[in-house]
C-alpha cells in the first residue's frame, strides 16, 4: 500500500520528499528543544551529549541497539578528524572494527522555530569516508519524531575530506517549522568510520552562515584569513579569541568565541560580499589555538560566519 501510495503520488507530480516515512527505525529522541537561530558545532558540549540532542546506534538489520555502531560526538571517544576544533559528529562503524556488518547511526536535534524570523536554511561541513548510499540516509525532518521527511537524500560529498553544504532548504515538507520539530541526521553502512565508509558533520548552522575559512597561519609569516558572504558593500569584523569557543554577547548578537575577544580589524565587503584580512601572524602566537569569527554587516543586516578554530603553526 505504501508503495502504491507513492506511485500515485508521483504521477500527481507532487514531490517525492513529501511523503512521509516511517522506516528510520526506533530512532531516541532529545527531551528539549533548542530555539532558532540555532548553531552545533560540538565544542561547547565537550563530549557530552546535551538535552537537545539524541543519538542512537542501531544494528541496521534487526534495528536493535548495536555497540559497534558508531554515532559519536566525543561521548565514546576522542574523535577522530572534526573539521574544526576538537570535536564533530561522527556516523559508521566503530573505528578499527574488523566486524563488518550493517549499522544505522541517527544524531536527532530538537529545534523550536517559534519565535524565529530568518529563513529555515541549513548550511554543514560533511566529511565522506567512503560512503555507499542507503535508503534512510540524509536529513530529514518530523513533528512527532515518528513521521519523517526527507529535505537532503544521498550524502554525496568528495570521498576523504570535508565539503561545505551550504543552504540545503529544509522546508517543503507538512512540518511546521515555525513550532518544535525534529531535525535527524541519520546514516546506514557497514564499514569502520574514516576507514572506507562514514559520514561526519560539524558546525551545522540554522539558518546557514557565510563562510569563514582561514590559509595556514605560521608564525612570522603572512596569513589570510576569507569570508565568503551576500552582504556586498557592507563590512566585516573579524574576531578572535584565545580562550574558546562562547556562546558569548557581543553587543546585540552572541559570538562563538569566549572573552576576551579582539577586534582584529574590520574591512568592507566587496560587490559580492567577500571579504579578506591578510597579515602577518605574530611569531608569539606559534603553538596556540585561535577562535575566530566574524560579523558581517550592511548597515541593516548582521550575519555571524561559522567559527573556525585553528593552531598557529
Not at 564499514?191 to 557565510?210: E, H, K, M, S, T
Not at 608569539?284 to 569569527?293: E, V
Not at 548582521?302 to 603553526?313: G, N
Request: charged fraction near 15%; hydrophobic fraction near 40%.
Amino acid at each position: 500500500m505504501k508503495t502504491a501510495l507513492v506511485l500515485i503520488l508521483a504521477g500527481l507530480g507532487l514531490n517525492h520528499s513529501a511523503v512521509a516515512q516511517t522506516d528510520l527505525g526506533p530512532l531516541d529522541l532529545p527531551n528539549a528543544f533548542a530555539p532558532l537561530p540555532f548553531f552545533e558545532g560540538f565544542e561547547t558540549a565537550a563530549g557530552n551529549v546535551p538535552p537537545y540532542m539524541a543519538l542512537t546506534n542501531l544494528d541496521g538489520l534487526t534495528l536493535l541497539p548495536d555497540g559497534e555502531a558508531w554515532c559519536n560526538i566525543g561521548n565514546r571517544a576522542a574523535c577522530l578528524n572534526p573539521y574544526s576544533g576538537s570535536y564533530a559528529l561522527e556516523m559508521g562503524l566503530e573505528p578499527n572494527s574488523t566486524n563488518y556488518h550493517l549499522v544505522r547511526n541517527a544524531m536527532v536535534l530538537g529545534l523550536d522555530g517559534s519565535s524565529h524570523v530568518g529563513t529555515f536554511s541549513l548550511a554543514y561541513w560533511g566529511f565522506d569516508g567512503g560512503e555507499e548510499y542507503n535508503a534512510v540516509d540524509g536529513i530529514w525532518v518530523s513533528e512527532d519524531g515518528s513521521g519523517w521527511y526527507q529535505v537532503s537524500g544521498a550524502w554525496d560529498f568528495p570521498t576523504g575530506s570535508w565539503t561545505y553544504e551550504n543552504f540545503v532548504d529544509i522546508t517543503g515538507t507538512p512540518v511546521n517549522l515555525q513550532d518544535r520539530f525534529y531535525l535527524a541526521f541519520v546514516q546506514e553502512d557497514n564499514f569502520p568510520y574514516a576507514n572506507a565508509d562514514g559520514i561526519g558533520v560539524d558546525d551545522l548552522a540554522i539558518p546557514a552562515r557565510p563562510q569563514l575559512t582561514a590559509s595556514p597561519l605560521i608564525g612570522g609569516q603572512f596569513g589570510l584569513l576569507s569570508l565568503d558572504s551576500t552582504l556586498a558593500n557592507g563590512d566585516a569584523r573579524f574576531l578572535m579569541s584565545f580562550t574558546g569557543s562562547g556562546p558569548s554577547p557581543y553587543g546585540h548578537l552572541t559570538v562563538d568565541l569566549t572573552p576576551p575577544i579582539w577586534n582584529l580589524a574590520t574591512v568592507p565587503t566587496d560587490q559580492f560580499g567577500d571579504a579578506f584580512l591578510a597579515d602577518v601572524v605574530p611569531y608569539g602566537f606559534s603553538g596556540r589555538t585561535l577562535f575566530l569569527q566574524a560579523i558581517v554587516s550592511d548597515g541593516i543586516i548582521f550575519e555571524i560566519t561559522t567559527p573556525l578554530i585553528v593552531v598557529v603553526q
